[in-house]
């Protein structure tokens, strides 16, 4: 039983590239989130997806997409890479209407 | 804008003492969770409550929501060195949970 899994764990991305952060979970859970951690910001919720097939915005959404490829899986896309969007982004899914387990996290750095 | 206020920012105590942190906010919640998060990893979950003036005891740990659901307590009695960590809060309604800063709690042996 893994939990939920991210991958990459670290990325350098220099602005303007492009990439994909990967997140699954092996719980069954319809609900799943991505949330970006900021130091003394706390996290904050990109995109959510309460169940397969279904996504929505969060708080800060703008310059990232989503898809919930399956029940298991949930990605976040940067099309566009900026410096802003340097953070440490977190999966996470639950079985109700919030999220009870996170990933490790991916450790993104745009130059 | 911090939608959930939690204070202390930081707290240093030595092992055995008490330790309390707080979590307010204007807004009404359905639920309110508390998470502690270490170094280099996701934050876990500790406990999840849901009813006004509910309280709820994991151990050493007492977690009371207030009777208008918009703030929250942690009460760390005799704490340890595992006790260390960083200690967020968070409330919301319909899948969209806002975390507060949290506080850095620091036991020393």
């Known amino acids: 039983n893994a939990g939920v899994t991210q991958t990459p764990k670290f990325q350098v991305l220099k602005t303007g590239q492009s990439m994909t952060l990967q997140c699954a979970q092996d719980m069954n859970h319809n609900s799943m989130y991505w949330y970006r951690q900021d130091p003394g910001m706390g996290l904050r919720l990109i995109y959510y997806?309460?169940?397969?097939?279904?996504?929505d915005k969060g708080e800060v959404p703008n310059g990232y997409n989503v898809s919930r490829l399956n029940k298991r899986e949930f990605s976040l896309r940067l099309e566009s890479a900026a410096p802003s969007q340097t953070s440490v982004y977190f999966c996470?899914?639950?079985?109700?209407?919030?999220?009870?387990?996170f990933g490790p996290g991916t450790r993104l750095l745009v130059l | 804008t911090q939608l959930l206020e939690q204070s202390p920012q930081f707290l240093s105590i030595q092992e055995g003492e008490n330790l309390t942190v707080y979590c307010n906010s204007s807004s009404v919640f359905s639920s309110l969770q508390w998470y502690r998060q270490e170094p280099g990893e996701g934050p876990v979950l500790l406990v999840t409550?849901?009813?006004?003036?509910e309280v709820k005891k994991l151990k050493r740990l007492t977690f009371q929501f207030g009777d208008a659901r918009k703030d929250s307590s942690l009460h760390i009695t005799a704490a340890q060195p595992g006790d260390t960590g960083l200690y967020l809060c968070a409330g919301g309604n319909d899948y969209k949970l806002s975390f507060g800063a949290g506080t850095t709690v620091t036991v020393r042996a």
């Open positions: 997806s309460a169940s397969e097939g279904t996504t």
């Open positions: 996470a899914s639950g079985a109700r209407d919030w999220p009870q387990y």
């Open positions: 409550v849901v009813t006004g003036g």
